[in-house]
Every structure is written in structure tokens, then in C-alpha cells.
């Protein structure tokens, strides 16, 4: 398409902005950081027409150049649009929430492995966050992609090349394990894996820290964006900016180099809270 496509270099020239843009601007400002450039490119993998317009989806996939005082780093997202064409003219062209599915809802049961008598494993962050960058914006085959919601399949897979060891299986609501075509609801959905981590003492255990500026590459941030105590979201830090605080990749709108915060997030809110884990034995 034409027109998306010359939406998408006059976005990179900055002959446009996006709503969604504009608010990430302003949270760069006030981390004292700029977007120096943008580039990227699309993927439609909808297109209709019905009543003489066009619409369509597509993904975009975008990259930033920020520096942040005498800090430059590269932040990458991809983001599902939405769009209709008049004629010439593009009428509606918006960012797509996306929901997860109902499975991903699930709040999984609690429990307690303190029984289970396994080794403290040690913890390696630099191969967890080398697999969190080759696998940002990819999919490893051996394992199930959640295509929904699988921000917390992927910081599983995360844990487990850092050296998380697995406990509980086969038995779905106990311990965080993925095998044999089936896997623990801590490991797929986000409100069990913050439990998992606060409650754990053997396989994967993590501590709960008080501030990110705490956290270490390797370690895990989970998000309640309504602030209703159902957790939705996990990220895992792999690097810091230039004051200290963590960036972070994730899936389910796949991103890399992410401010923790997530305020440019649709999901967002002001009720948002956060629960910080530091990975290892405790």
C-alpha cells in the first residue's frame, strides 16, 4: 500500500507524529533522553475493502537511536496498526490494543515445593540475556509460541538458558516446568509466574527487591497495569540507561531496550504496580 507506505517514511523523517509518539517523546524528555532517529519497516497481513474504503492491519517494525547524556543505546518494538484509506486519504490509522486469550487469564493455584529437595542453581544472566536478545522478536521452535500473549513463555525460555532448573511436572499448577507438550501455568501465564517467584524456595527462586534501580540484567519485572491485582505482563532487564534504570525486552508487542516503566504501553495506567525479582537462590 502507497499511502502506508509513505505514512512510514514520513514517520521516520519526522514529518508526522503519531499520538503514541508524541508520549514517547515526552517520556524520553523526562528521563533527560532523545530520540535521535527512527527507521523500520511493515508487514500487512490484513486488507479488506467494503464500501469503496480499503482498511487493514499490518506490523511495524520500528527502531530508535537514543541518547541519554553521553549514553546512546537502540530501542526496538513491534507494534500492530490499524488502518482505512479513502481514496487518497488515510481516514483512520490507529495502534491495536491486543488482548490475551482466556487460557492466558487463568489464575493458576498457588503452592508450596518446599519439599522438593533440588540444588541452589546458579544463575547465569549474561546466556539469559543473550537468549532475550536473539529471541526478541523471534520465535524459538522448540518451544509453543502463545500467539496472544507470550510475554511470559518468553521470559521463561529466558530463566530456563540462564539455568533455572524446572520442578512440579506434570502437575500444571505446581512448580514451573515445560515439557512433553505440556507446561506449568507459571511458566505461559503472568499472574502465576509473579506468585511462582514470591513463593518458590527450590528450582526457580528469586528474591523480591524494592526499587529497579536494584535489578540486574537477568532479573524479571512484573506488571499489574489496572492495578487490580491480577498481574499481566512480565519483562526481563538487559541492560541499564544512563541513570541506572532498567531496560528491558519482552514479547506480546515485541520489544528490546524498553524503558521499565512501560508508560508508552496502551495498557498503562495510572494504578499500575510493579513487583521487582531478583533471580537466584535465596
Known sequence: MQMIKKWWVDLFEERTTAPWLSRKRELFKEREAEILKISGNGRIFEQLRAEGNQCGKYLIHLTYFIKQKDFFYIEEELIPMEFELRGLEIINHVKIDQ??????KLKADLFDDRSVDLPRFSYDRLNAVRYADRWWNDYNPQFRVFNDDDCTNYISQCLFAGGAPMTGAPNRSKGWWYGNNSWSFSWSVAHSLRWHLSGSRSGLTAKAVEKPEDLLPGDVICYDFEGDG????????????AAGMPLVNAHTNNSRNRYWEYKDSAAWTPNCKYKFFRIGPV
Open 99 to 104: 488482548q490475551p486469550n482466556e487460557e492466558l
Open 230 to 241: 491480577k498481574w499481566d505482563h512480565n519483562t526481563i532487564v538487559v541492560n541499564k540507561d
